[in-house]
T-cell receptor, first 111, second 114 residues
Framework: KQEVTQIPAALSVPEGENLVLNCSFT??????LQWFRQDPGKGLTSLLL?????REQTSGRLNASLDKSSGRSTLYIAASQPGDSATYLC??????????FGGGTRLMVKP | KAGVTQTPRYLIKTRGQQVTLSCSPI?????VSWYQQTPGQGLQFLFE???????NKGNFPGRFSGRQFSNSRSEMNVSTLELGDSALYLC?????????????FGPGTRLTVL
């Protein structure tokens, strides 16, 4: 059974810092890994999708890497802003379209 | 393109009642999945429908059921509601199968069971 872990569970940083969020998974036979953002009480917004054959994906200030063999992914956020404050979730797909989610990292960026 | 829509956005029910939630996927998307989000358990997969057929099912009791219509819209039903069913219910849509596509989520339906 796939298990996904995100560390840290919460993070508070001053505006402008570069930061790294971590995601690990136990079963490396994944099809892809997806990073999401969730604002309080809202749905999930897709940030980046990394296919199993890829090593990284970039979108603006976000960069996500994937190391399937070690079961790890990182989300790098450059020059953080208060608007980046949210919960960040990673999820993997092993079969079909079923996502297995980590518990999330709650990020607070202070002005 | 319009995003994934879910109705209603908020629901309050009492124990023992049943409830039906609706999800309209992005136009052209054929797969709809449902997830339950609670503070204690996080996000958990309920089931997935593709072309009106249930393809995968999570580890939830039979009180949770769903269906998909020919226009890809999906409904999920929870019968005999329990307090523990209070949660944010999210649906996700994507175009194909095989796990290669981005999944897009709706805003969710917040269900409160009293």
């Amino acid at each position: 059974k796939q298990e996904v872990t995100q560390i840290p569970a919460a993070l508070s940083v001053p505006e402008g810092e570069n930061l790294v969020l971590n995601c690990s998974f136990t079963d490396s036979a994944i099809y892809n890994l997806q990073w999401f953002r969730q604002d309080p009480g809202k749905g999930l917004t897709s940030l980046l999708l990394i296919q199993s054959s890829q090593r990284e994906q970039t979108s603006g200030r976000l960069n996500a890497s994937l190391d399937k063999s070690s079961g790890r992914s990182t989300l790098y956020i450059a020059a953080s802003q208060p608007g980046d404050s949210a919960t960040y979730l990673c999820a993997v797909i092993n079969a079909g379209n079923m996502l297995t989610f980590g518990g999330g990292t709650r990020l607070m960026v202070k002005p | 393109k319009a995003g994934v829509t879910q109705t209603p956005r908020y629901l309050i029910k009492t124990r023992g009642q049943q409830v039906t939630l609706s999800c309209s996927p992005i136009s052209g998307h054929r797969s709809v999945s449902w997830y339950q989000q609670t503070p204690g358990q996080g996000l958990q997969f309920l089931f997935e429908y593709f072309s009106e057929t249930q393809r995968n099912k999570g580890n939830f009791p039979g009180r949770f059921s769903g269906r998909q219509f020919s226009n890809s819209r999906s409904e999920m039903n929870v019968s005999t509601l329990e307090l523990g069913d209070s949660a944010l219910y999210l649906c996700a849509s994507l175009y194909g199968t095989g796990g290669g596509d981005t999944q897009y989520f709706g805003p969710g339906t917040r269900l409160t069971v009293l």
